[in-house]
């Protein structure tokens, strides 16, 4: 978002708000040496073919770098990064009345059985329904229908009563674009193209995650909630527009009070029944994991990477965005990946930049194994091994190269962790 002077607007609604600020006056450049040396250790240390990493601070783009064998251009699976690029679907829809967050399965699935019939849309693409996560057959078959895939989730008896759990799965999701075909009379593939595609410019995304045939492929039954392929450019058009509270440049794509909706914690007071990231402590909205609030609830820092490692975030509190773009194992990589999403979080933060004798607190509380966090807070505890403990060192020492020798050995101590 370019706008001169301080921006600052509070998107509120009954359960929450976020903090969206705007550009300032002149800075600093950003210290981004720590966060290169850090994406070639994670290429390094995990053997991946290559990385691209895009960083942005309000609407100003100040790294867009490919490392390894990566040119910039990949074309990825990006697994459940694709949850954020349905929840835009279906936040368009709810804006313009054709569906609500409330909508419920029974009036777009009569025939459904009774306990399923009041879930709703919002809790299925919360991860509260209720339906199962284990993944059911049909979710990466193009021999049947995303309506035939979602009747088939539907008549599976539900593991838990809805709205008093959260279970993470894709299954729900599935469900949520039948009803969004149902709603509108169009195929999932065209409701993304009307809704994503043609508005925000992308050029390289769509639902066929398995292929690598060029252009835009249909599916007839695309995987709502994990089946997209996407690039760093067409991904960083996306978080710029989260980031700039609902615009596309000086198009309105999305209202704010929409993104504050779909980026309230829908799992405050609910048990966590299945998480692939239970450790971290996240809530989790309309697609999106919420990261961080502030004291009295209000959504702060969003996500949603996925099981390859594609990671995106929007950080409102401070005004930044980043997409990192690998394609590897991406639970063995998470805590590297969470802890170069928190480095690059810290480097991008004006206001510690602009503090010359006293570092700004860390984004959130968060055991120092878990996060990027090179404060107080941090003292007396364990030191984290492996290139957690190498970033952590350059953001203390504000070194820009890795120690002498600590590269070569980074393997054997992520082994430790």
């Known amino acids: 978002m370019t706008r001169s002077g301080w ?30 040396l850090a994406v070639q250790a994670l290429v390094n240390d995990y053997a991946l073919e290559g990385a691209s990493l895009r960083l942005a601070r309000e609407g100003q783009v100040l790294m867009q770098e490919s490392f390894g064998g990566y040119r910039g251009d990949e074309r990825v699976a990006i697994a459940s990064a694709s949850k954020w690029l349905s929840a835009l679907v279906l936040g368009r829809l709810v804006e313009r009345g054709v569906l609500a967050w409330d909508s419920r399965v029974g009036t777009y699935f009569p025939d459904a059985p009774v306990a399923a019939r009041a879930i709703t849309l919002a809790q299925l693409f919360s991860h509260t329904s209720g339906i199962t996560v284990d993944d059911a057959g049909c979710l990466s078959s193009r021999l049947v229908s995303l309506q035939d895939c979602a009747t088939q989730i539907l008549d599976a008896p539900l593991a838990y009563a809805p709205g008093t759990g959260f279970a993470y799965g894709g299954n729900s999701m599935q469900v949520a674009g039948a009803i969004a075909e149902r709603a509108t009379g169009l195929s999932w593939d065209s409701l993304f193209i009307a809704e994503v595609v043609e508005p925000l410019g992308l050029t390289a995304t769509d639902w066929t995650a398995g292929t690598a045939l060029p252009g835009y492929i249909s599916n007839p039954n695309p995987r709502i909630g994990g089946g997209a392929r996407s690039t760093l450019d067409d ?28 980026a309230i914690d829908r799992t405050v007071g609910l048990p966590v029944l299945s998480s692939p990231i239970a450790g971290l402590g996240y809530g989790y909205g309309i697609g999106q994991w919420v990261e961080a609030k502030d004291a009295r609830g209000n959504t702060l820092r969003v996500s ?10 929007v950080d409102w509190r401070h005004g930044s965005n980043g997409v990192l773009l690998v394609r590897g194992n991406g639970a063995a990589m998470r805590d590297d990946l969470t802890a170069i999403e928190q480095l690059a979080l810290w480097q991008l933060d004006f206001q510690r930049q602009t503090q010359s004798a006293k570092r700004a607190a860390p984004l959130r509380a968060a055991p120092c194994r878990r996060d990027f966090s090179p404060d107080a807070s941090c003292q007396g505890q364990p030191k984290a091994s492996g290139l957690k403990s190498l970033l952590q060192e350059a953001g203390a020492s504000g070194r820009t190269s890795l120690p002498q020798g600590r590269a070569s050995t980074l393997d054997a101590r992520r082994r430790a962790l």
């Open 7 to 36: 921006l600052a607007f509070t998107l509120t609604l009954g359960l929450g708000a976020l903090c969206l600020p705007g550009a300032g006056a002149a800075r600093p450049a950003h210290d981004l040496q720590p966060v290169r």
């Open 304 to 313: 949603s990477p996925g099981a390859f490692g594609f990671t995106p975030w």
């Open 235 to 262: 991904y960083g058009r996306v978080v710029d527009m989260v980031l700039a509270g609902g615009r596309h440049g000086a198009t309105a794509y999305l209202r704010d009070d929409t993104l504050a909706a779909m």
